[in-house]
């Protein structure tokens, strides 16, 4: 009797497995009348303020915050941002003061005002507790550097910075989420503010928080730019990437905040749609440019060549993305060389390598003028399965030109480790593997933050890779103090430069493909640099002009799958088989 | 000579049943065991993946880590399984993932199972509070979720393959140093062990030589079931991303398909079930193959039973055929018509046995083990099981042919026609329930809960257990008052015949008397029939009124008790009655070596004035150089300590003093749990005395250190119990015999020529002809007298003998005791005999020490005692061993 | 009793000892420590050192590791468990939310695989070597190698994906329903995991114990007096469940490690995945706190084996003296 049940079980595992694939029907989506919808975020960020983040839930997390919080300027993604808190920002003449105005009727989600007095005071306080949200902070004491703000009435700051700072509206403007004062004056440690809810002026306002697991967001009435189109937002936490799109799948989330891995993108079923936009992602390997060999650009150079980058994209991200350019900034960026591109030759490679003086050992890898053998290993966070597996591919692209990698697949804290942030100390490693966004592709002082020389205090190149180039730098020191049509060829010499000594090689710009099942909501906007999970695709200013194009979905081939179902179900009878029944007569109870 | 495979088995599984003991009548060897087929399945299964694995390249036609396709291909002719994100070909992967998975698995179980037995070796050798800190840690590791420890350590120590191994295996060691640990304490008891420690061998030795072959069977098993844990780990491991990504494996196949969402795509069909099922199909290959191990190394698990009895040909259906009447003899309870009972084709247990008890008649059935009597029992309760079968006879009781009845009806029959005291009742009643409610339970067969609750409260009492005891559990009773709680057992349902199978076997000779004198009492008083079954001719010819001697299935004598016993006519009577020696009639001339008895032995005042207690001394007139041992107030407390917990202590042994000259016998008498063997052993050192002093030739061991006591023992040797347990029967007998040489140091042309002449000294001549054999290829005589050579071989100053005979049948005691003898008159060695009979003491010793309760109570030249004895308890042991009660 | 009584609790509370200072010790053996986690420099930006102390500081990871054992320490006697790095909230707090889903998933699995184990086991023993026994004994080994996490993942693809009967996201819907139709219908599938990863051992174990009982002579002596079938089975398998309660002990590690892995396939909010976050985090006080929890299970288990053994075995309880 239990023995035949565990034998069912088995059998009926298998009839239900082989009873094909069909997309069950997703449950009761209220059509039209868009009064809830659910996002899956890829991970928690605490009670959502600026300064208890856990950037857990990126590539979303500068996108949540910008749902609760606004910044004087909406989207650093362009050259000249839309006014948002602010009407209007008019500089100094040399660019160092910036007077501010808001906007008339601002309030917070409780009510109270929005004054001048609450942008003075985000200012000061971002740049005191720099530590604890320098995701923001670093555009407030770092680049450009803020010096004080004054208040000049109700609706006017004044902002003086100790250098010129020509692209305020950009950064800090599109970018600092301005924080209320009464709420965070008479607070000293801001990242251990996890209890309450967070008081911002965007959109949306934080009603309920599941530790962990869910955040739900009433839409804000006295929204000045009118009142959001969806009544409220369920965020839903979901860390595994197939548990959220087979949670799309089956209706329990309408849209998901990450980007459709390409392989599902044609996998996903007919009710769900594909928006596509550019998201200014990038992946690359930078070398350590302090620790010999990897100082000579030469051999960095020769890698650079090595490597090609469309067979990268082409198989890894299926080729939905863009082969990474030489002078690193992405291309759609305002700030991009025009002429950019990426030179894959291996021959030039190794004429390069053997001027450089790195001729062939005995056991075909090229050895240091010192003698020992042309081996580095390449740091990649283990939970970065798609940037392991081009490593692996790197790895024998630069095989060919006798150059030795290997990928050493760390966990996070531990990758972490072996990249001190301390300025003087030089770190071990050869090269790593990291992801980077908007902030480093879009930025007007983009390569200055990440690729000055390190020391002076100024920008990230210590951390980063330690490149240093006196004209280099001093470029990014002109750039950073010109107004943009002065710096766009500044920017330009600076790529030319970059190209050619590769301190670090973008592998590739992955596209942004965002699913979302329309019935659900179909006001989702695309947002340049930002994708569909933006402010703006829940603004009725916006919304009108309806979805995304969409990807049509190709069916999977039937066919095959039969084939396969039936070779798991023979696969089993054997084993049942070889259990088989014995002779001996079956026992009867006495 | 063929290596003796089964032998090796045999001893290696340490099958703890005594040479001829009765087997339990479920077991059977007929029928595969329920291991074999899983075993077959799972070697299979481990067969084909080690070999894939081995010819990886030849079976995969690609490299694993090359892109030889367009990403996420569907399975093709190319690809057989498709490819993955980047285009590595699936199929060659799931090949070459076979080598790391099982290379991880078995390399970490082997990690795992080697600190696992280090730490079992050492904390069951060593046991005390060195055991109790190993187990509390193992304790510890076990109960700590194995799979976070791993996590956390490969998080820590990085993903290298090496790494990967040792962490598994320092997560996973704590399960068989458990498991191994309790079989170390168990070998470690085994006769061939405590020999060697008792001759000096090193803990080294000990361990490599006698502990480790022992524990081989089961530290497969372990490795085994480590190695099946092993690939659950790694793969689980790479799954959770904290394997090596760049490692070709099942679990970071897995991985990368978990992360690439295979299961949403159709690709969960080529690139999540293979890997899947690869581990699934490794992982019960190793459980199957596992558990195969494990009954190989405990057949106990294996033998198949069915709980259905075995009928007789054509009994159970042929009922229906005829009622013919069966005329009955008057007056007769039992009537058994040429019974015969076939276990395998040929073999008869019971061949053509005839035999009548009367109402309120006592007949005795005596036979040698093996000699089919219990058989004989069991099938006269239809106990029988497969293989053994009634193949003809019946078995008449109160005018029923049992043979004829329906298994229900039989069923019915038991307990309340016929009942049975089983063999060794010690452990027939179930620990878990207290006396009065088993007995009760018996009794509510023919009446309900409240009238059996009376009626077992009554029937204890008969049987003489105080009322107040009724409530107590079985482990709260001794030995003979739990024998007495089953006769009331038995007699619940007032049954006309009652079978007792070897009722008094393993009481002393105290408890036996009153348990006989309790079986005629109810006789006489409930005037239930008897058949009373032992191998003990005069224990049953006391209180038969009819004698049977069985020999090889077959009755060869039968008459009146008087017949039976003074004139046997058949051989086999004659040989058993003399095995038996009586306590009167001429003593065995004594050989003329000896000095004479000695006196009583005189003491300082201080010691005399102690009551009773008499010291085994000798007179200190004699010199002290003279005395081979001397024992001065050694007292030895066991207590049971772990590193907390100290139990109530319990006097082994108290305030012994006793000495023995060369040449000299000196017999150690008493009942089992005296403190007899304690004794033996702190002579020995095994045992450290808490108080007193112990001297051999003039040197003090008391407080010897352990490396210089063993060079001491060299000089002594023990004998012990159980000729088959007390040899390795993975040596040969030369090798056997010449152990003490071996330890002593000889060099192995020393130690041949005084091998020979040892062997031939104990009549296993010529020596050459026994020297390569193994201890299963003697006959029970040679196996007996190899310890006997090893005794002899290192001419030790003092040999001690515990309880050298008392397992031997009669004719093969008495060979070994002229041996023993012929040692202490030729070669002048010194004896201490430990024996629980009284007659065998007094055919070989020179003088007696009786011990009552870890005390020496009275000790005499052995003439002396037997003829006035002075202490109580002495003359209660003389009157036993010679039956008159 | 009381003196037996004060030696367990004795060695319980050494064992704690121990464990309190494992926990401290362990998680700081990790190369990297929390805060590099929590301020990635990508993201975050750079920190002058000063603002790296001050960021350590708030956390008290500045300190020398005594001191900061000493409040570690400190705070577990004011039942403080400190504050989580990652979370920046108590500890007590998370582990108060994420013990009730692991006590319902670990408690649920051990009882429901004790039970079946036990049943499937028993029932196997009776027919030892026959054809039930083996197809038996091989059905459960065949279930009992699947690895946990393969089998959570067909169970997802075949109940969530194919058919939609349960939610793939065992996380709570925000809108706070709690109703036991949610709780449930997220139980199934991690639970039923669990439950047959847990069947194995304890088959096993009972099968092997009931199989040694049978042969012992209280069971001969059972049908000797005449007792029907029945009754015999009570009394072997009376004695049978004595291993089995050890062996539940011993495999509640395993099912916790188990259950780590099951709720990280099934993204279950339990204590399982906490640890989990917490050791790629390293976020110190969330795995001391976990830790401790664990043990402190453990040793309850522990303890109420001891207070359930001499019930099962007479033979350990410290009544009345040895024998007359």
């Known amino acids: 009797m239990l023995r035949r049940a565990t034998l069912i079980f088995a059998v009926c595992l298998i009839v239900l497995v082989a009873g094909g694939m069909h997309t069950s029907a997703p449950d009761d989506v209220s059509a039209q009348e868009p009064e809830r919808v659910r996002v899956a975020i890829p991970g928690f960020e605490n009670n959502m303020t600026p300064f208890t983040l856990t950037f857990a839930a990126l590539p979303n997390t500068h996108d949540l915050i910008m749902l609760v919080y606004d910044s004087l300027f909406w989207s650093q993604v362009k050259e000249n941002p839309e006014p948002w808190l602010a009407e209007e920002a008019t500089p100094s003449e040399d660019r160092r003061v910036w007077t501010v105005t808001l906007r008339e009727g601002l309030t917070w989600h409780d009510g109270e005002p929005l004054t001048a007095e609450d942008v003075k005071f985000s200012f000061e306080y971002y740049e005191r ?192 993305g863009r082969p990474g350019l030489d002078s690193f900034i992405h291309p759609d960026s305002p700030w991009t060389l025009p002429e950019a591109g990426h030179e894959y030759d291996p021959e030039r490679a190794r004429e390069l390598l053997d001027e450089a003086g790195y001729s062939m050992g005995p056991d075909g890898v090229r050895q240091t003028p010192e003698g020992d053998n042309l081996e580095f290993s390449v740091l990649v966070s283990s939970f970065e399965p798609q940037t392991i597996r081009a490593v692996q591919l790197v790895a024998r692209q630069v095989d060919e030109i006798g150059v030795s990698l290997t990928p050493e697949t760390l966990d996070p804290a531990t990758l972490r480790q072996r990249r001190p942030t301390d300025p003087d100390q030089v770190p071990e490693y050869d090269a790593y593997m990291s992801g980077l966004e908007a902030h480093a592709h879009v930025d007007p002082d983009g390569l200055y933050y990440f690729f000055h020389s390190p020391g002076g205090g100024k920008g990230f190149g210590h951390t980063m890779t330690g490149y240093g180039n006196q004209e280099f730098d001093a470029l990014a020191e002109e750039a950073a103090v010109s107004d943009i049509p002065e710096r766009k060829p500044l920017l330009h010499e600076m790529q030319r430069i970059f190209a050619e000594e590769a301190p670090a090689i973008v592998f590739y710009y992955p596209d942004g493909q965002f699913a979302y099942r329309p019935e659900a909501y179909d006001g989702w906007v695309t947002d340049f640099g930002h994708g569909i999970f933006t402010k703006r695709s829940f603004l009725p200013e916006y919304v009108q002009t309806g979805g995304a194009s969409t990807v049509e979905e190709s069916s999977a081939n039937r066919g095959l799958l039969v084939t396969g179902i039936v070779g798991a179900v023979a696969l089993l009878v054997i084993v049942a088989v070889v259990v088989r029944r014995r002779k001996t007569s079956e026992d009867t109870e006495e | 000579m063929r290596f003796p495979v089964d032998a090796i088995k045999k001893w290696v599984l340490g099958s703890g049943t005594r040479a001829g003991a009765p087997r339990k009548p479920s077991a059977s060897r007929a029928g595969g065991s329920a291991g074999r087929t899983p075993g077959l399945v799972g070697g299979a299964f481990l067969a084909v993946l080690g070999l894939v694995a081995l010819f990886a390249p030849v079976v995969a036609r690609h490299d694993p880590q090359a892109t030889t396709g367009r990403p996420y291909e569907a399975p093709s002719i190319s690809h057989l399984l498709g490819t993955n994100d980047v285009g590595q070909d699936l199929f060659a ?359 059996a609750a009376v009626r077992a409260g009554e029937l204890l009492e008969l049987v003489g257990i105080p009322r107040e005891r009724h409530g107590a559990y079985p482990h709260e009773f ?167 917990r100290r139990d109530p202590p319990v006097v082994a042994i108290d305030d012994v003093s006793l000495s023995v000259m060369p040449g000299e016998i000196l017999a150690l008498v008493g009942e089992s749990g005296a403190g007899k063997s304690t004794v033996g052993r702190t002579i020995l050192g095994l045992r450290r005395p808490d108080t007193g002093r112990i001297l051999f030739e003039g040197q003090d061991l008391t407080d010897l250190s352990e490396p210089a006591l063993r060079k001491v023992r060299r000089r002594m040797h023990l004998i012990l119990q159980d000729p088959y347990e007390s040899l390795h029967p993975g040596m040969r007998v030369r090798a056997l015999v010449a152990e003490p040489l071996a330890i002593a140091g000889l060099s192995a042309g020393e130690r041949g020529p005084r091998v020979v002449s040892a062997l031939e000294e104990v009549g296993l001549a010529p020596a050459s002809r026994f020297m390569d054999r193994f201890p299963h290829e003697l006959s029970g005589g040679q196996r007996q007298r190899v310890p006997v050579a090893r005794a002899l071989v290192g001419r030790p100053r003092l040999v001690v003998a515990d309880e050298p005979t008392s397992m031997l049948d009669a004719p093969l005691r008495a060979s070994v005791l002229e041996l023993i003898m012929g040692m202490r008159d030729r070669l002048g060695m010194a004896f201490v005999f430990i024996t629980h009979d009284l007659a065998t003491a007094r055919r070989v010793s020179d003088r007696i020490a009786v011990m009552y309760r870890g005390r020496i109570i009275e000790c005499e030249e052995t003439e002396r005692l037997i003829e006035h004895p002075r202490h109580e308890y002495t003359k209660t042991l003389l009157r036993a061993s010679e039956g008159v009660l | 009793m009381t003196a037996h009584a004060a030696r367990t609790l004795l060695q319980y509370g050494l064992v704690l000892l121990v464990a309190v200072v494992l926990n401290f010790a362990l998680p700081r053996l990790a190369p990297g420590n929390p805060v590099d986690y929590l301020l990635p420099p990508e993201q975050a930006g750079s920190l002058t050192p000063e603002q790296r102390e001050r960021v350590l500081s708030q956390y008290g990871l500045d300190e020398p590791v005594s001191v900061q054992f000493r409040e570690y320490l400190a705070g577990l006697v004011r039942g403080d468990l400190l504050y989580s ?101 997220r139980l199934v599938l991690p639970l039923a995991t669990l439950t047959l990863a847990g069947i194995g051992p304890v088959y096993l174990v009972a099968r092997s114990a009931l199989i040694s009982e049978l042969q012992e002579d209280y069971v001969l002596m059972a049908r000797a007096k005449g007792l029907i079938l029945r009754q015999v089975r009570r009394h072997a398998q009376r004695n049978a469940l004595l291993p089995v309660s050890t062996v539940l002990l011993t495999s509640l590690g395993a099912l916790v490690g188990g259950a780590a892995v099951v709720e990280t396939v099934f993204s279950y909010p339990g204590i399982g995945r906490l640890i989990y976050e917490g050791v790629l985090a390293r976020d110190y006080p969330v795995l001391q706190g976990a830790f401790l929890l664990l043990t402190i299970g453990v040793l309850a288990a522990n303890f109420v084996n001891d207070l359930l053994y001499p019930l099962l075995d007479p033979r350990v309880r410290h009544s009345r003296s040895a024998s007359a």
């Open chain 3, 85 to 185: 790095i990652r979370y920046g909230r108590p500890v007590g707090e998370l582990l108060v939310e994420r013990v009730g889903w692991s006590a319902l998933l670990i408690g649920g699995g051990a009882v429901l695989s004790t039970v079946i184990g036990t049943l499937l086991g028993f029932w196997s023993a009776w027919r030892r070597g026959r054809a039930g026994d083996v197809r038996t004994l091989s059905a459960v080994m065949l279930i009992d190698s699947m690895p946990p996490f393969f089998v959570g993942m067909l169970l997802i693809l075949l109940f969530s994906v194919q058919l939609g009967l349960f939610p793939i996201i065992s996380a709570m819907p925000a809108i706070g329903d709690v109703s036991p139709v949610e709780v449930g219908k």
């Open chain 2, 93 to 451: 992967q799931l090949i070459y993932g076979a080598r790391v998975s099982l290379a991880i698995g078995l390399l970490s179980a082997l990690v795992a199972v080697f600190i696992g037995l280090a730490v079992a070796l050492v904390a069951g050798y060593y046991r005390g509070r060195v055991e109790a800190v190993l187990m509390r840690i193992v304790d510890l590791t076990l109960a700590f979720p194995f799979l976070v420890l791993a996590i956390v350590l490969a998080a820590f120590f990085g993903r290298g393959m090496l790494t990967m191994v040792v962490v598994i295996g320092a997560v996973m060691w704590a399960r068989p140093a458990r498991v191994l640990r309790s079989q170390v304490i168990k070998i470690r008891e085994f006769q061939h062990v405590v020999s060697a420690r008792a001759m000096g061998a090193s803990p080294l030795r000990v361990i490599g030589r006698h502990l480790l072959p022992r524990l081989s069977a089961l530290t497969a098993a372990q490795f085994v079931r480590a190695a099946n844990v092993a690939v659950l780990i790694e793969a689980s491991l790479s799954f959770l991303g904290l394997g090596d990504p760049n490692r070709v494996s099942w679990g970071t196949m897995l991985y990368f398909a978990n992360t690439n969402s295979a299961f949403l795509t159709d690709a969960w069909l080529w690139w999540i079930l293979p890997p899947g099922l690869a581990l699934t199909v490794a992982i019960v290959g190793l459980a199957f193959l596992g558990y195969a191990v494990e009954e190989w190394a405990d057949p106990r698990l294996a033998r198949p039973a069915t709980w259905r009895t075995a009928r007789r040909q054509g009994g159970a259906r042929g009922a229906g055929r005829h009622t013919k009447t069966i005329e009955r003899t008057p007056g007769a309870v039992l009537e058994v018509r040429d019974l015969t009972v076939q276990y395998e084709e040929s073999v008869r247990a019971v061949d053509g046995v005839n035999l009548t008890v009367g109402r309120g008649q006592i007949v005795g059935l005596v036979g040698e083990s093996g000699s089919g009597k219990s058989t004989l029992a069991m099938a006269l309760l239809g106990l029988l099981y497969p293989p053994a079968r009634v193949v003809e006879g019946e078995t008449i009781l109160d005018g029923r042919d049992l043979q004829t009845l329906r298994r229900a009806e039989l069923a019915r029959m038991r307990g309340r026609e016929v009942s049975l005291i089983p063999q060794a009742a010690m452990n027939a009643l179930n620990p878990a329930y207290t006396v009065h409610r088993q007995v009760a339970e018996a009794a509510a067969l023919t009446r309900d809960e409240d009238a």
């Open chain 2, 478 to 644: 001794s030995g003979g008052m739990r024998q007495r709680a089953i006769i009331a057992m038995a007699l619940a349902n007032e049954p006309s015949l009652l079978v007792a199978d070897e009722p008094t076997t393993g009481l002393d000779v105290v408890t036996q008397a009153r348990i006989l004198r309790l079986l005629v009492d109810l006789r006489d008083r409930l005037g239930v029939a008897i058949l009373l079954i032992s191998h003990d001719l005069p224990l049953v010819a006391r209180v038969a009124d009819d004698l049977l001697v069985m020999y090889e299935g077959r009755i060869v004598e039968s008459g009146s008790r008087k017949e039976v016993v003074d004139n046997p006519t058949h051989p086999y009577t004659r040989a058993l009655r003399r095995a038996f020696p009586g306590l009167h009639g001429p003593r065995q001339p004594l050989s003329s070596t000896t000095d004479g008895p000695s006196d009583l032995p005189n003491h300082p005042p201080a010691v005399r004035s102690r009551s009773a207690q008499q010291d085994g001394l000798h007179p200190s007139k004699n010199p002290r150089s003279r005395v081979i041992l001397e024992l001065h107030h050694v007292s030895n407390v066991f207590q049971r300590q772990t590193l907390l």
């Open chain 1, 129 to 320: 507790f720099a530590g604890a949200s320098g995701r923001y902070a670093h555009h407030v004491f770092d680049v450009p550097p803020f010096e004080r703000a004054e208040v000049v009435d109700e609706r006017t700051v004044r902002l003086y910075y100790d250098q010129p700072a020509p692209t305020f509206e950009i950064l800090p403007g599109a970018d600092l989420p301005i924080i209320p004062k009464h709420v965070w004056e008479n607070v000293e440690e801001p990242s251990m503010a996890t209890e309450d809810l967070p008081v911002g002026s965007g959109p949306y306002e934080v009603v309920e928080i599941v530790s962990d697991q869910s955040y739900r967001l009433q839409a804000n009435e006295a929204y000045f730019k009118g009142r959001p189109t969806v009544d409220e937002l369920e965020l839903r936490v979901v860390s595994d990437p197939s548990a959220a799109f087979s949670a799309l799948r089956t209706g329990e989330v309408d849209m998901v905040g990450r980007n459709v891995p390409p392989d599902l993108v044609d996998q996903l079923p007919g009710d769900v749609e594909v928006a596509e936009e550019t998201k200014f992602e990038s992946t690359q390997m930078l070398f350590n440019a302090r620790k010999p060999p990897f100082d000579d650009p030469r051999l960095r150079k020769a890698i650079s060549l090595a490597i090609d980058s469309q067979a990268l994209v082409d198989t890894v991200l299926l080729g939905r």
